[in-house]
């Protein structure tokens, strides 16, 4: 297993998502406060609901996937992922609403 593996698949996330605001023109970094407006929710309320669950011992990360670094107890790329999985729905949503 890789260090940093978890933090790939994010950055992979992004890359494969990328052409629906570039080629579709899906318009959601280009309305980037909305967007803010949208990820800051879920990012408040899952990344506490994961802080509440690791600190229970109900939840964990396996280190050999992550980097170490970690907020509390919330691997940084858990942060990561309630803010890219967000913003890769809506833009997918944006770009299939726009086709």
Do not use: N, Q
Request: contains cysteine.
């Amino acid at each position: 297993m890789s260090h940093g593996l978890y933090l790939l698949v994010l950055v992979g996330c992004l890359v494969v998502t990328l052409p629906l605001e570039l080629v579709l023109r899906a318009g959601v970094y280009a309305r980037w406060k909305r967007l803010v407006l949208t990820v800051l929710p879920v990012l408040a309320v899952f990344v506490t609901w994961d802080a509440y669950a690791i600190s229970r011992h109900e939840w964990a990360f396996t280190r050999s996937l992550t980097l170490g670094l970690s907020v509390g107890d919330v691997p940084v790329e858990e942060l990561l992922f309630f803010v890219v999985v967000p913003v890769c729905s809506v833009l997918t949503y944006e770009a299939v609403k726009r086709r």
